[in-house]
């Protein structure tokens, strides 16, 4: 990383902070973010768009279910597991939760292993992570292969109003698919890491700019966003 | 690009902050299973799913993405947008139950 340039004294001042702060930022022909670099406020406002497309797809849900004069399918037992004879309600769900929540831990350590230049705990960490990841994917096509194999279409299904599985795959297709390039993405990030590209500044392949390992944070961002998502839908999917 | 680095601030937390999250994640998705679990029922079930979900939202934003530790300019310009999706669920909320007053008028088969 080179040596900070110094070169407009003026903004080394303290920043007002709370309100004062917030009016003092977005004042002016200045640059908004502070603190925050390009391809940070970038990322988090490509989330706040697609907050806005999970929020449609959900609302979409909410208004087939509230507006169907048919019975809506228990989700708890259309998803339950006969697991060693017993009958477990939505436990595949839970499943999939926990380690979709355990994939956000690992990526949260590797952001912090990767601010400290450990470049091989950095590029594991995101790999378990991408691990992780990819089981979710897995255990979400086996869970769709066995709601297809019952009868479940988006056009209908054995048990109640025939938009339950419209919106099942519909959401939970999208948001699948947003694990799956969360994968691709971490490994990815993760090869460039482990070549020790931000340490030698070894210019990208598409961008010839130099990278810098804010970018694990930025796939961190990503990544943790997918969670997010995931704890709305088994909300108001699964539990509802 | 060298004068944004002079910008940017890396996000440096301690890495028992991370697993005290994770561990709170773990215990709020328990509960929030449980609540499936023991089929708790009606305005109970809704919000205690609600709570957690929250809890468990704002841990992630919080920490996991560190927005605790940014400026208020970039917190608003996020967090707020969102907010405006609850005046659309406000709207189809109306909307879905004319629709099914409508369907029972119409179809006459009842919910």
Not at chain 1, 148 to 162: H, Y
């Amino acid at each position: 990383m080179s040596a900070p340039l110094k070169t407009h004294p003026a903004e080394s001042l303290p920043r007002p902070a709370g309100m004062a702060g917030l009016a003092a930022d977005w004042a002016s022909d200045q640059q908004t973010f502070k603190k925050v670099s390009w391809g940070k406020a970038m990322m988090w406002i490509f989330l706040l768009s697609d907050t806005f497309v999970f929020g449609c797809f959900l609302l979409a849900y909410m208004v087939a279910r509230m507006s169907t004069t048919v019975p809506w399918p228990n989700p708890s037992e259309v998803f339950a597991l006969e697991i060693a004879g017993t009958h477990m309600p939505l436990i595949l769900i839970a499943i999939m939760t926990f380690v979709l929540i355990s994939s956000s831990g690992t990526m949260a350590m590797a952001v912090n292993y990767g601010y400290r230049r450990d470049r091989k705990m950095t590029a594991v960490l995101m790999l378990v992570t991408a691990l992780f990841g990819a089981t979710f994917v897995g255990m979400q096509a086996f869970e769709w292969s066995k709601l297809i194999a019952e009868g479940v279409r988006p056009w209908g299904n054995p048990w109640g109003a025939a938009q339950f599985g419209s919106s099942f795959f519909m959401i939970t297709g999208f948001h699948g698919t947003h694990v799956t390039f969360g994968v691709i993405f971490l490994l990815i990030i993760a090869r460039k890491v482990w070549r020790g590209d931000f340490d030698t500044e070894r210019r990208g392949f598409f961008t010839s700019r130099k990278g810098r390992y804010e970018i694990v944070e930025i796939t961190g961002l990503y990544w943790h966003f997918v969670d997010l998502v995931w704890v709305f839908i088994f909300a108001f999917f699964y539990l509802w | 690009m060298a004068h944004t680095e002079t910008h940017a601030e890396q996000q440096q937390h301690p890495i028992k902050l991370y697993l005290l999250v994770w561990a709170l994640l773990f215990v709020l998705s328990f509960f929030s299973y449980l609540v499936d679990y023991f089929g708790l029922q009606g305005f109970l079930r809704w919000s205690l799913i609600l709570i957690f979900m929250m809890l468990k939202a704002g841990l992630i934003v919080a920490v996991f993405m560190h927005m605790a530790w940014e400026r208020l300019a970039l917190i608003y310009a996020i967090l707020l947008p969102p907010l405006l999706v609850l005046v659309f669920v406000a709207l189809m909320v109306s909307e879905s139950n004319y629709v099914l007053l409508t369907r029972l008028a119409f179809f006459g088969s009842s919910p």
